[in-house]
């Protein structure tokens, strides 16, 4: 499977996607609000990407956060 997401770079994304989610329904009232639904769809994605080790972005960009593995060891 591919990862481009690192350890670090995952605890701030899930950690990121459950206060975002959070603040969406408690403070900006949810589906309710234009800036609510964004906050509830930056979050869900935050921690889709977090728990799948794999974020779209990174591999279109070519970067990622994820130690490379020595291919001479597989």
Partial sequence: ???NIGS???KIRLVAGAILLAVSFLVL???NTTLGVVALIVGVVLL???LVNFCPAYHLLGIGSAK???S???
């Fill in 1 to 3: 499977m591919v990862t």
């Fill in 29 to 31: 009232g949810g589906f």
């Fill in 68 to 70: 490379k593995q020595d």
């Fill in 8 to 10: 670090s770079d995952k």
């Fill in 72 to 74: 001479s060891t597989e």
């Fill in 48 to 50: 889709i990407t977090g």
